[in-house]
């Protein structure tokens, strides 16, 4: 299996879309693995995890083809996440010659109800035909046509109105387990996830040194997860650890949070990184 980086950011992107802290013009100036644009993640080339409102710059700078894409996993519905008023230009007259004719998006009630909100403003036929919503439960798994089973996992996010979703997914004897956003994981998860192996692990790193709330991680609640999911039989010598989802807020450049992480032996993911697993 293989994960792919698109954007590595949180809400604001990296350096922030209005922001000139110290944080965000040192990016500025280092440029390079520094510049992170929104959170989305493509498995194998072909499952799409979130679309933001980068997911156009995505597209072009990784030469990729979203009209091949089938299925979209959603995580919640905030808007650097779930950004649908890109996907209702999936028809005529917006584009033309499909290569896969329908994407089905898996999102919560939610993010159904932005994905009905956008389709109010097209003016385009044949989108009901090139777009079709699934809504998914937590801790109820679904398998999709390219093979994968996945299970969607409460996550520690957003409001107490939203069950904002991570996810499970599984082909081949591999299984990831993708947790951006989220905070240290409901009880509930927790036990879904004991002893069942997990090959590569993707924690949100939003806070980075600094304080990330209750509803994101930083590296010091990055560590207690990694800690819990070993006792609990999840990860091992084999499992592949990335940190993932970073404020400018964090403060640390992309190279100060490799040093910061020396004994860690996590991977620290960058715009275009690509792991394999």
């Known amino acids: 299996m293989n994960i792919k980086y698109l954007g590595t950011a949180a809400a604001e992107g990296w350096p922030g879309i ?24 493509l498995v194998d080339d072909c499952l799409l995890i979130d679309y933001p409102p980068d997911g156009y710059w995505h597209m072009i700078r990784n030469n990729l083809s979203f009209g091949k894409i089938a299925t979209l996993l959603v995580t919640h519905s905030h808007q650097d996440h779930f950004y649908p008023l890109d996907l209702i230009l999936r028809a005529e007259p917006y584009c033309y010659k499909l290569p896969t004719p329908l994407l089905t998006i898996y999102g919560n009630r ?28 937590p801790f109820k798994s679904f398998t999709i046509s390219e093979g994968y089973t996945i299970t969607p996992l ?19 004897g591999k299984t990831l387990f993708y ?30 040194i600094a304080s ?7 590296l010091e609640t990055n560590r207690v997860a990694k800690k819990r999911l070993i006792e609990l039989g999840c990860a091992d ?5 990335v940190i993932n989802h970073f404020s400018h807020n964090g403060i640390l ?17 960058y715009d275009g990184f ?4």
């Open 154 to 172: 409460l996550a520690n996010h957003g409001s107490a109105e939203e069950d904002c979703l991570i996810y499970l997914i599984e082909k081949d």
């Open 179 to 208: 947790a951006n956003d989220s905070g240290l994981y409901p009880e509930a998860t927790w036990e879904y996830l004991r002893g069942r192996h997990l090959d590569l692990i993707s924690f949100d790193c939003t806070g980075v």
């Open 212 to 218: 990330a709330g209750s509803t994101h991680m930083n």
């Open 237 to 241: 010598e084999h499992t592949t650890f």
């Open 110 to 137: 939610h993010v159904e109800e932005e994905y009905h909100h956008a389709l109010k403003e097209v003016d385009c036929n044949g989108i009901a035909q090139s777009l079709h919503f699934q809504r998914i439960e």
């Open 253 to 269: 450049m992309h190279d100060e949070i490799l040093d910061a992480t020396k004994e860690d032996a996590f991977l620290v993911s």
């Open 18 to 41: 209005f922001c000139h802290c110290e944080a965000c013009e040192k990016a500025r100036k280092l440029g390079g693995k520094n510049i992170r644009s929104r959170s989305q993640s």
């Open 274 to 277: 690509s792991v394999d697993f």
